[in-house]
């Protein structure tokens, strides 16, 4: 558990694939702090936005959403498009993710 400004104890973030909602999503105290949404075909998808919410920037949390979408990706040997912006910058250039792009 992490500790709040205020004291109050958070439960750890949990990322999970979300396969109908096509995306992945970031739960913390069950609250959604964020998401990464990709649009799918069924040969690619196309990551079109990720995102945190405000006060959980800074923690990673957008990096473990994209790389769950990833994960997922190679599982169902589909490519992924990113043209969300923070995906793009992260994957295009990255050894690590040549093999679905």
């Known amino acids: ?16 694939f979300e396969e109908k909602a096509q995306r992945s999503a970031a739960y913390q105290d069950g609250r959604l702090i964020g998401e990464c949404e990709f649009s ?3 040969t690619v998808w196309i990551i079109t936005h990720t995102g945190v919410r405000s006060g959980h920037e800074g923690q990673g949390i957008a990096r473990k959403l994209v ?3 990833i994960g997922e990706a190679r599982v169902r040997h589909v490519r992924i ?21």
């Open 67 to 69: 790389e769950k979408v």
């Open 1 to 16: 558990m992490t500790e709040r400004e205020d004291g109050v104890k958070n439960e750890p973030v949990s990322i999970v």
């Open 40 to 42: 799918a075909s069924e």
């Open 81 to 101: 498009l990113p043209i969300c912006s923070y995906a793009r910058k992260l994957m295009i250039g990255n050894e690590a993710y040549q093999d679905v792009l």
